[in-house]
Nanobody, 121 residues
């Protein structure tokens, strides 16, 4: 099993920047796509960005040009750099990872506990 531990988050002013991190630990053969999702107050969880093992990225239209997802495969860590933050970016940000365990051909999924990001003046 894989555990995802998130760090970062907090309170930031509009126009500011913040970076959240997510590190994977546990038993796994390889981690494939990793991503960030968020849930704003009163809303359902939505996709923010994903990144494959080889570095191919995908972003929600609402964050394109402002957010950058990256990963360090040696550290099993994914990052989300958030620039030009807006109040609408306020949400709990969740890390996600698709992975395979040893002796298991299935694709498994893990989620982090969530990290609060508040954008307010």
């Amino acid at each position: 099993q894989v555990q995802l531990v998130e760090s970062g988050g907090g309170l930031v002013q509009p126009g500011g920047s913040l970076r959240v991190s997510c590190s994977a630990s546990g038993s796994f053969v390889s981690i494939f796509t990793m991503g960030w999702y968020r849930r704003a107050p009163g809303n359902q969880r939505e996709l923010v960005a994903t990144i494959t093992h080889d570095g191919n990225t995908n972003y929600a239209d609402s964050v394109k040009g402002r957010f950058t997802i990256s990963r360090d495969n040696d550290k099993n860590t994914v990052y989300l750099q958030m620039n030009s933050l807006k109040p609408d970016d306020t949400a709990v940000y969740y890390c996600n990872a698709d992975y395979k365990k040893i002796f298991d051909l299935r694709l498994n999924e893990a989620w982090g506990q969530g990290s609060q990001v508040i954008v307010s003046s």
